[in-house]
């Protein structure tokens, strides 16, 4: 039998992302009481980095722990990936030795490729395109401050790349509006765009985007990969900047998250993610009670 993977959120219905995102908030309890969960009792997760990592590294790990299994970090350094042995002997071999594989990558096609040859699911920690992982500790950061997002309007200032896709995703499944304000040039995937014009709209200035929105996300405009293409970026995205002005344009009550690492100055001021009530930060702890619902999901 085929097992389940998480490649991006379209793996979930809406309903398993309910699921997944009420669980995470008990789990979170759990955690906060001391209540042991060692529900992952001697299950090993591998985890494969080929691009760096601070919270998605952390965040799986010590998930693991805490529910009674464990973790191993591989790179690309130090494995046989690194000297060119193809992803899908990679994937036959940890799937005989592994309960699941999770994996951070460049082409969301290797990761593809992954799971095709993985008899254990696999795990998308970041591709160039997708972030799922992210979304589950954003969508729950969201209902545990506002409640459901379903008919609401979410605004994305600043590059198309990965989370915004994962954006897309969250909005079909999860039922809200949302609205992308780029430069040219920046525009999420047309194909995922077109298959979901009916919750996405691309606007070109954050002012035009703003207005009804109840949460506001942004991320880098230089993704892990695109080092090189920093300085145009740096222009290309001016005006972009989620200001304090900028947001008083939104919901009196809306919510700013940032998946981290952030750019202070750049994509966001240090007024808005420092601000007192900022949620960055239980939004970045979310990933570890995101994720570890998603093992249980997976897994058990
Ligand atoms: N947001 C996020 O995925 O952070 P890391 O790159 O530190 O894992
Ligand atoms: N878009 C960013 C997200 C980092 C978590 C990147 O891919 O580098």
């Given amino acids: 039998m085929k097992p389940r993977h998480f490649l991006t959120l379209l793996d979930l219905s809406g309903q398993e ?35 760096s990592s601070t919270r998605t590294r952390v965040s799986f790990e010590a998930g693991m722990n805490q529910m009674g299994g464990s973790a191993i970090f591989l790179s690309p350094q130090d494995t046989q990936l690194g000297r060119g042995e193809p992803v899908e002997d990679t994937a036959r071999v940890l799937s005989r030795m592994v309960d699941a594989i999770m ?23 970041l591709t160039d395109d997708y972030h799922p992982c992210q979304l589950l500790a954003d969508m729950q950061t969201f209902v545990q401050h506002r409640g459901s997002i379903q008919g609401k309007t979410v605004t994305w200032i600043g590059d198309g790349n990965n989370m915004c896709h994962s954006y897309i995703n969250a909005a079909r499944l999860l039922d809200f509006e949302l609205i992308v304000a780029c430069p040219p040039g920046y525009d999420p995937n047309p194909e995922l765009v077109a298959a979901n014009k009916d919750r996405v709209k691309i606007v070109r200035s954050p002012e035009q985007a ?56 750049e994509e966001v001021s240090a007024d808005v993610i420092d601000a007192p009530d900022s949620v960055v930060w239980e939004q970045a702890e979310n990933r570890l009670h995101a994720q570890k619902a998603l093992l249980e999901f997976l897994l058990c």
């Fill in 17 to 51: 992302l309910k699921d997944i995102i009420d669980r995470a908030c008990e789990l979170k309890i759990l955690l906060d009481q001391g209540i042991p969960h060692e529900l992952l009792r001697n299950k090993v997760l591998a985890m494969v980095f080929e691009k």
């Fill in 103 to 125: 994996i951070r990558t460049f082409e969301h096609e290797k990761i593809e490729r992954m799971a095709d040859y993985s008899s254990v699911p696999v795990i998308n920690a």
């Fill in 210 to 265: 703003l207005p009804g929105s109840s949460l506001v996300s942004t991320d880098v405009w230089a993704s892990m990969g695109q080092e090189d293409e920093r300085v145009r970026r740096m222009k290309d995205f001016e005006g972009f900047e989620v200001t304090l002005e900028l947001m008083s344009l939104a919901d009196e009550n809306a919510l700013f998250m940032h998946c981290l690492p952030a750019h202070r100055g």
